[in-house]
């Protein structure tokens, strides 16, 4: 199991330079970050909506469960 972890880890690091290495250019880049600011300004602003959302689903997902006959 941890061989196939690291192997996961190694394969997406690569994936991740390369991407990197691959655009060109400034804009990619700025722009690239600049969604991932968007996107973490979203999750700060709705953390509790996000967490209640997260908190109900994993509730329903316990009562399937639950409900499951063996």
């Given at each position: 199991m941890?061989?196939?972890?690291l192997e996961k880890?190694?394969?997406g690091k690569?994936?991740?330079?390369?991407?990197f290495k691959?655009?060109?250019g400034e804009t990619?880049?700025?722009a690239?970050?600049?969604i991932i600011v968007v996107?973490?300004?979203l999750v700060v602003i709705f953390r509790d909506r996000i967490t209640i959302l997260i908190n109900n689903i994993f509730?329903?997902?316990?009562a399937e469960v639950n409900n499951i006959p063996l």
């Open positions: 941890r061989n196939k972890l880890y190694l394969v690569s994936k991740w330079h390369s991407f691959n655009t060109r990619n880049i700025v690239i970050i600049l996107v973490i300004g509730d329903k997902i316990d």
